[in-house]
């Protein structure tokens, strides 16, 4: 970003935001408050840092749990630079392949749980997602069973904004305007989701008792007409659900034993986020398939990744017939140098165990401190991402109504303080990029506790509280 785009003036910030606001229409936004107010104009980033209209403010949320490696890193321009001078572009089709696709394999391969052994390149989590979820088809196709066609998906999921993709999200509001809630390919079990529903259950008995509900809707709905499960180590776009120990494993089991693929969508949590490479590790249980996206290049590039163990790999690789399914900038060698250097970063730098050996430990015991406040009921934390939930009673944990926008409007008063977090729900989720520094946490938890503090005194006066 030059200085010129830079330190643009007043009256040109607002020609571009009515020229914005004239003809784009914005992802997850209500198009009546882009009439009520303009787009507010980001310009420049660098670090942990974005400015705009001449505001600064820490990212806390890493643009959407992205930017891992931070913004404006100079050698990432560099390469993407390099290789547009060399092969601005070719495709994956038929055969071809590039140089840059074939040194992020290799990367790949290195760090990837030992299962994986052929990954499929795409553009964005839900384009992963839709891969993962097409050759689980064909998997089950191809081995005579065509019978296994539904995927099974959890309350409070996030898998993407396509329309397959968008059917196993698991909140209504997602489905509603487009029909999706009645996909009759996608089927919904209970969420790990121990504050909200875990009752007087011990945290890691509850674990197996939401894996149980799992194979109940299996037993109920038939093996034979399931093709997959699919989870997030951790639901982190919908509350940062964070499940115990005892779940992941047990889910496994469950899936192996009813002869089910199970999906690991790792577009949040793969490379880095829960500190280990991929959440699998932290959560000790290994997928057939697992997705990634947001962190394979930092969000510098458009990129993402389905990848397969050999039991599935073998049967797409077989003797039957073309693979029917790609997508024009697959493997684009742009994209594919600019998420090699994004994993060459993690690794020179050692901003994994970072994570896990500082940063996050770090930051967990800071965001603790905000538990003092009345209306924290938990937060929830894992690696360096965090949940913080909101609550009307500690000792019933009952939630406030969400008509009351509760975590909107902290959100809103931590933007004034000057730092990004996101509301969902009735919970406030941090995502920090992992370059965050102790002065950033102690920022972010300052100037969130200000947040807070705030819309609980209007609660308060308004006897809410």
């Not at 140089?99 to 990954?119: C, D």
């Not at 998906?153 to 999200?169: E, V």
């Not at 949590?269 to 962190?295: C, P, V, Y």
């Not at 939630?399 to 931590?414: K, M, N, R, V």
Request: glycine letters at 8%.
């Amino acid at each position: 970003m030059t200085e010129k785009t830079w330190n643009v003036s007043l009256t040109e910030i607002q020609k571009l935001q009515a020229l914005d606001r004239q003809a784009h229409l914005h992802s997850f936004t209500d198009p009546q408050a882009m009439v009520q107010a303009p787009p507010f104009l980001m310009q420049k980033a660098a670090g942990s840092q974005v400015m705009g209209q001449g505001i600064q403010l820490l990212d806390a949320m890493a643009g959407l749990g992205n930017v891992n490696i931070g913004y404006g890193r100079a050698e990432m321009a560099e390469v993407a630079y390099g290789v547009m001078r060399d092969l601005s572009y070719y495709h994956t089709f038929a055969g071809i392949t590039n140089p840059w696709a074939a040194r992020l394999t290799e990367l790949l391969m290195e760090i990837v749980p030992s299962q994986f052994n052929k990954v499929f390149y795409a553009n964005s989590g839900s384009e992963a997602v839709e891969t993962a979820i097409k050759m689980a088809r064909l998997y089950w196709k191809r081995e005579g069973r065509e019978d296994k066609h539904l995927i099974i998906s959890r309350d409070f999921a996030y898998h993407g904004s396509t329309i397959a993709s968008s059917a196993l999200n698991g909140l209504r509001v997602m489905h509603e305007d487009f029909g999706t809630e009645t996909s009759e390919d996608a089927l919904h079990v209970e969420a790990p989701f121990w504050y909200r529903f875990g009752g007087e259950m011990e945290f890691e008995e509850f674990g197996r008792y939401a894996a149980k509900c799992l194979e109940e809707k299996i037993i109920e709905v038939g093996a034979d007409n399931i093709a997959a499960f699919i989870g997030e180590p951790v639901q982190a776009t919908l509350g940062c659900i964070i499940p115990p120990k005892s779940y992941w494993p047990e889910i496994e089991r469950i899936c192996r034993d009813h002869d089910i693929l199970l999906i690991a969508d790792e577009v949040v949590t793969g490379l880095g986020r829960t500190g280990e490479w991929f959440g699998q590790e932290t959560f000790n249980f290994s997928a057939d398939i697992m997705t990634l996206a947001k962190g394979l290049s930092s969000g510098y590039q458009a990129i993402s990744a389905t990848l397969f163990n050999d039991r599935v790999a073998s049967v797409i690789e077989g003797e039957q017939g073309v693979l029917q399914h790609g997508f024009t900038t697959s493997a684009h060698p742009v994209a594919c140098a600019v998420a090699a250097q994004n994993i060459k970063i993690l690794q020179k730098e050692k901003l994994i165990e970072r994570i896990r050996d500082d940063i996050g430990p770090y930051f967990k015991t800071k965001l603790e401190e905000l538990l003092d406040i009345p209306i924290i009921g938990e937060v929830r934390t894992c690696g360096l991402m965090a949940g913080i939930e909101l609550c009307q009673d500690k000792e019933t944990r009952d939630q406030y109504p969400l008509e009351y926008y509760l975590c909107q409007h902290i959100a809103q008063a931590a933007l004034e303080t000057g730092v990004i977090v996101r509301p969902a729900g009735n919970v406030i989720v941090t995502c920090p990029p992992f370059i965050f520094t102790h002065e950033d946490v102690d920022a972010l938890v300052r100037r969130l506790r200000r947040a807070i503090e705030f819309v609980h005194d209007r609660l308060k006066a308004e006897g809410l509280a």
